[in-house]
């Protein structure tokens, strides 16, 4: 966890041209202590961090996940039986459920809902672009749907959504 950090302020300082101080809300999202006006989302693997910054007026979610085979035994609990339909209909179904497992976990960031389930956001579309290497994910979640955007490597996947608040 210690690299990760490290990770963190390296590219804060890199962006913001000086030390930032990364606090957190008691619902535990981050936020910049001498930035106020600025949005945080931070997301970590084995191997990478990813940093999203915004301006203040949007909320934001960002994952990043190495591509392994956790997330396929673990399917059932994060996925219903219509969701699995719209994994399998990508010709790369162990992509598109890192994608899906993903865009579940930038969701709940940005939307920090009450429930700690990522059942409760529903796939309902789910394209994988191979040429450029970029997904597009919608989802449900409480009777409004959400697009979000990610981007793959063979290495990872990682998703971000960015709403105005």
Not at 14 to 33: D, F, M, T
Not at 52 to 62: D, F, K, M, R
Request: negative net charge; proline residues 3%; hydrophobic residues 35%.
């Amino acid at each position: 966890m210690a690299k990760e950090r490290e990770a963190v302020r390296n590219l804060l300082s890199e962006y913001l041209g000086e030390s930032s101080q990364i606090a957190h809300y008691s619902n535990g999202k981050p936020y910049l202590s001498e930035h106020q006006e600025l949005s945080i989302s931070i997301s970590h693997s084995d191997n990478d961090v990813a940093l999203l910054l915004a301006p203040c007026s949007y909320t934001l979610g960002l994952d990043i996940e190495d591509l392994g085979e956790q997330v396929l035994r673990v399917r059932h609990k994060f996925l219903d039986e219509s969701e699995e339909q719209v994994i399998q209909k990508n010709k790369d179904e162990k992509l598109a459920l890192h994608f899906a497992w993903s865009a579940k976990e930038s969701l709940y960031k940005a939307l920090n809902p009450s429930e700690p389930y990522l059942s409760s956001f529903k796939i309902q579309s789910l394209n994988l672009n191979p040429s450029t290497q970029t997904a597009e994910i919608s989802i449900s979640y409480k009777k409004q749907n959400y697009l979000l955007q990610g981007c793959y490597t063979s290495d990872f996947v990682l998703t971000y959504i960015s709403l105005v608040l």
